[in-house]
């Protein structure tokens, strides 16, 4: 199920709740793994999401069915929050509040996730390299994610959240196209 934007605002505030509850129990990363692993089985298992998703069975039952498969393997305020979601109506929301809780923690971590586009396969002294500099740049711990498309010709293309950084020749090309007064060679 697509989140949409209203979709995402709800998702990041349970995250926000979450996240409030993993702290207080001193685990935000532990509870983090736990909901990634949910998230997981969710979007991995047609089962799993048809039982969650289906408006024919009650969400006591939902309760009684996460209780017993997840009761003595997570913390108790980690399955109260996963029955009050299903009670709410909000289940199919957790791969999305899974996804807002791990970068509200990252966030608070001073990390930052950047989507790199290159136009070759990087090794890894080079990706090291542009993880460095991206730190450099934004003053805080950047952990790229690289994707290759030859289309941009060199250079690279960073998109860190809402901010891209177009640093690809074929961008450079254009300029210098337009400048020259936009005739073709």
Do not use: C
């Amino acid at each position: 199920m697509a989140a949409g934007v209203q979709g995402e605002s709800v998702a990041r505030n349970y995250a926000e709740a979450l996240l409030v509850l993993a702290r207080k129990a001193d685990d935000a990363e532990g509870w983090g793994a736990l909901l990634r692993q949910v998230a997981d089985a969710i979007n991995n298992d047609v089962n799993l999401s048809r039982f969650l998703e289906s408006p024919r069975i009650a969400a006591e039952q939902k309760s009684v069915v996460l209780s017993k498969a997840l009761g003595d393997k997570v913390p108790h305020l980690f399955l109260r929050f996963l029955q009050q979601l299903v009670k709410n109506r909000r289940q199919m929301l957790i791969p999305a509040i899974a996804t807002e809780y791990e970068t509200l923690r990252d966030a608070a971590s001073g990390i930052v996730h950047a989507r790199v586009t290159v136009a070759r396969e990087t090794g890894d002294e080079e990706a090291k390299m542009i993880a460095e500099r991206l730190s450099k740049a934004t003053g805080k711990t950047v952990v790229p994610h690289f994707a290759v498309d030859p289309s941009i010709l060199g250079g690279v293309v960073v998109r860190v959240g809402d901010t891209v950084m177009d640093g690809s020749l074929r961008r450079k090309l254009g300029m210098l196209r337009r400048r020259m007064g936009g005739t073709r060679a």
